[in-house]
């Protein structure tokens, strides 16, 4: 995930410093633009820094998700969940009990 996200930001950099360049090699024999006008190049950097900026806040998300705290739970209160075959948590259970596999409850 992380090497095809490099591959596209460098894609696009490269695409963006070609576009430059070119637009570069163009006006060598012509006066340079006056300073109000915005460059091409200036509104590309921009935009790419603004795909970079929404990716960061993406990847911060994800991280926070990853990293939430399990609540916990009284004795007598329900544990876990089955589903199927396997078992859910839905929360631990308090120090000096356990999450009972068969009731599903902590004692």
Same mark, same amino acid.
């Given at each position: +995930? $992380? ?10 950099? /490269?695409?963006? +410093? ?5 637009? @570069? &090699?163009?006006? $060598?024999?012509?006066?340079?633009? #006056?300073?109000? @006008?915005?460059?091409?190049?200036? @509104?590309?950097? $921009? ?6 900026? $929404? ?5 911060? /998300? ?9 609540? &916990?739970?009284?004795?007598? @209160? =329900?544990? #876990? +969940? ?15 009990? #356990? ?5 599903? =409850?902590?004692?």
């Amino acid at each position: +995930m $992380e090497s095809l996200r490099a591959v596209v930001y460098l894609s696009i950099f /490269l695409s963006v +410093m070609s576009s430059v360049c070119q637009g @570069e &090699r163009s006006t $060598e024999g012509q006066l340079p633009a #006056a300073p109000d @006008e915005p460059t091409f190049g200036f @509104e590309l950097a $921009e935009a790419l820094q603004g795909l970079l900026d $929404e990716a960061d806040s993406r990847v911060g /998300l994800s991280v926070e998700k990853k990293a939430s705290v399990i609540p &916990r739970c009284d004795v007598g @209160e =329900r544990c #876990a +969940m089955k589903h199927g075959p396997r078992i859910g948590r839905l929360c631990d259970c308090l120090r000096g009990t #356990a999450c009972n596999t068969f009731f599903l =409850r902590c004692y």
